[in-house]
């Protein structure tokens, strides 16, 4: 009881979930805009960069980081 939680779960060092992510196909940083469309239940995210897109299935619980 007298045991304290003296380490906090590194996801709280986290900082808030971002939309942005590297492109694995140029490798450039944070070229990659993620966008869940929940109406339409697909997430796509697009490189600015090398102009590669991608879309797939989202659902509510899906973060941007899982597509
Ligand atoms: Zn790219």
Do not use: W
């Amino acid at each position: 009881m007298g045991k304290r939680k003296s380490r906090m779960s590194k996801l709280l060092a986290q900082p808030k979930l971002d939309t942005t992510f590297p492109c694995p196909f140029c490798n450039h940083r944070d070229s990659v805009d993620c966008f869940i469309d929940l109406t339409h239940n697909c997430a796509r995210v697009a490189c600015f960069i090398c102009r590669e897109k991608y879309s797939t299935k989202a659902h509510p619980l899906m973060a941007p980081v899982d597509v």
